[in-house]
């Protein structure tokens, strides 16, 4: 199947939508006539003037909805502008670092076929099961929906640090795996090396022919850009548990035959590298210039609301 990065888009876009609904929508309030707050009794007539609030309250949260869904919009391009104009900021240690990672991706495509045949010679039942279930974990699609839930959790309990924390991250982790997906798509629509299990080796490239291609590992790419992200956010052990769940998921790639090791390689760098970005670009808000609305959730009951600022 095709991993197009329209069909990312297709695919991605109604449930990014429906969590930024969800996030704008304030709990629903109940008021009778006696001026309590709650579900009123059969002998308590609602009052009318609730009720009219109650109307109110449906279009402002309509309105917050657009808000927060143009407020996501917004930043997304702006992030997509920060990353794809990084390289006309790079400097001398970013260079070095980059050209270091390149000479590694290098030396392992010399070795490539090596690692291969040494994957496939000691594969068993009981590994190929484990390689197996750890590729199930890192399908697109299974990544989204972790996001989605992770956000979708962290809503639950917004009110709370540690919850508004996880949706905060959650919402950066699904951005850095939208814009992977995206960069990952089209590297291997350029490159087009052909996968292992094409028999081809490993030095045939046939560019601009298609997506289903082998370099780089969308796997990799995936899985270290939610680490990434969820690394900078929190202590220890989940640095430690994200970025070796990464490497499991990217080595079983090398185990099925469906990547050779550069390719895993050049995923997962690809992956940190945005990951990394993203979760520097959110975390210093002053990087964030020009004007913004963002969601926040006060201390009092109510939803969620926005702040609108210009940083200069």
Request: proline fraction near 5%; charge should be negative; hydrophobic fraction near 45%.
């Amino acid at each position: 199947m095709l991993f197009t990065w329209g069909n990312v888009v297709r695919r991605l876009a109604p449930a990014v939508l429906l969590v930024a609904a969800i996030v704008a929508l304030p709990p629903a309030a109940y008021g009778c006539s006696d001026g309590t707050i709650g579900p009123c009794a059969p002998d308590r007539p609602r009052d009318e003037s609730a009720s009219g609030s109650g109307d109110r309250s449906g279009s402002a949260a309509s309105d917050g909805a657009v808000a927060v869904a143009g407020s996501l919009a917004k930043t997304a391009i702006d992030d997509a502008e920060y990353i794809l104009t990084s390289p006309l900021r790079i400097d001398g240690k970013s260079a070095l670092i980059v050209g270091g990672v390149a000479a590694g991706i290098g030396g392992l495509m010399a070795v490539d076929k090596t690692i291969q045949q040494a994957f496939q010679e000691n594969r068993t039942n009981t590994n190929d099961d484990i390689a197996d279930s750890l590729e199930t974990l890192g399908f697109g699609r299974n990544v989204l929906m972790a996001n989605v839930g992770l956000i979708g959790a962290g809503w639950l309990f917004r009110e709370q640090e540690e919850g508004n924390k996880l949706m905060r991250t959650a919402l950066v982790s699904l951005e850095a795996q939208l814009f992977t997906e995206g960069l990952a798509g089209l590297t291997k629509f350029a490159v087009g090396r052909a996968r292992p299990d094409a028999g081809e080796g490993t030095q045939s490239y046939d560019p601009f022919e298609g997506f289903d291609k082998s370099f780089p590992s969308s796997h990799a790419a995936r899985t270290f850009a939610v680490a990434a992200v969820f690394a900078d956010a929190y202590p220890q052990p989940i640095p430690f548990l994200a970025y070796t769940g990464a490497a499991l998921i990217s080595l079983s790639r090398i185990h099925v035959n469906e990547h050779f090791a550069s390719d895993v390689l050049a995923g997962a760098a690809l992956g940190f590298v945005v990951g990394k970005v993203l979760s520097w670009r959110h975390q210093q808000p002053d990087s964030l210039r020009g004007w913004s609305v963002l969601p926040f959730v006060p201390e009092a009951r109510g939803g969620v609301g926005l702040t609108v600022e210009y940083r200069f």
